[in-house]
């Protein structure tokens, strides 16, 4: 596709599940992001991929967070036994160098 | 690490007026980059403008400019000729050499017809 793409658009998960998000960056972009955006706030970063390698995942808020990009490509965050204050839009970006970051739709998640 | 600050939470403008968004932050990196990112109400994030922390000429998108002050920290969006589409989420974000982008709390932008 054209843009980097974001699945499901909603997740409603109850409290305790686990919950696996999914990111399609935009073709031949090496660097992919994830940020969370709380309602009314702005995005805050998550974690960081060159490529397959992990390269900064300091955003992430506790263990239960993990996030892979096996092959480079596709990306997947995860989240072990929501939480409440899990509940958020996460949004993927891509860039192709040192340039801006094209953002996806985000996926909503709300954790009852 | 970088902080942003963006002081007004609202603002509105009449379509085809002008307005400006202000935006300072810190950081502690020589070179950067520096983001204005437009959000329309359930929409995804897009890319107004963008700066080079290196270069002294502002930028310019067409109705879009920005005001960088380096020296002050202060990267101010100014919107000429304002229409209803301009209706949005309007965050700064600063990105360092470790690329990622640091994004303040926004202001959300209204243009009345």
């Known amino acids: 596709g054209a843009g980097v793409s974001q699945s499901p658009r909603y997740k409603v998960a109850k409290r305790g599940q686990d919950v696996a998000l999914r990111c399609d960056p935009i073709?031949?972009?090496?660097?992919l992001f994830w940020y969370q955006q709380a309602l009314g706030q702005g995005p805050e970063f998550l974690t960081y991929?060159?490529?397959?390698?992990?390269?900064?995942k300091s955003g992430l808020p506790s263990d239960r967070f993990f996030a892979e990009r096996p092959e480079g490509s596709v990306s997947t965050l995860k989240i072990q036994r929501t939480q409440q204050e899990d509940s958020a839009v996460y949004l993927c970006?891509?860039?192709?160098?040192?340039?801006?970051?094209?953002f996806g739709p985000g996926t909503r998640l709300t954790v009852l | 690490a970088q902080t942003v600050t963006q002081s007004q939470p609202e603002m509105s403008v009449q379509e085809a007026e002008t307005v400006t968004l202000s935006c300072t932050y810190d950081?502690?990196?020589?070179?950067?980059?520096l983001f204005w990112y437009k959000q329309p109400p359930s929409r995804q994030m897009i890319l107004v403008i963008r700066?080079?922390?290196?270069?002294?000429q502002n930028a310019t998108e067409n109705r879009f400019s920005v005001n960088f002050q380096k020296a002050a920290k202060s990267f101010s969006l100014k919107i000429s000729d304002s229409q209803l589409g301009d209706t949005a989420m309007y965050f700064c974000?600063?990105?360092?050499?470790?690329?990622?982008?640091?994004f303040g709390k926004g202001t959300l932008l209204t243009v009345n017809p």
């Open positions: 970006a891509s860039s192709g160098g040192y340039t801006e970051q094209f």
């Open positions: 073709s031949g972009h090496v660097s």
């Open positions: 991929f060159q490529n397959e390698a992990q390269l900064d």
């Open positions: 950081t502690s990196e020589n070179n950067y980059y």
């Open positions: 700066q080079e922390a290196y270069k002294q």
């Open positions: 974000a600063p990105g360092g050499s470790n690329y990622k982008l640091t």
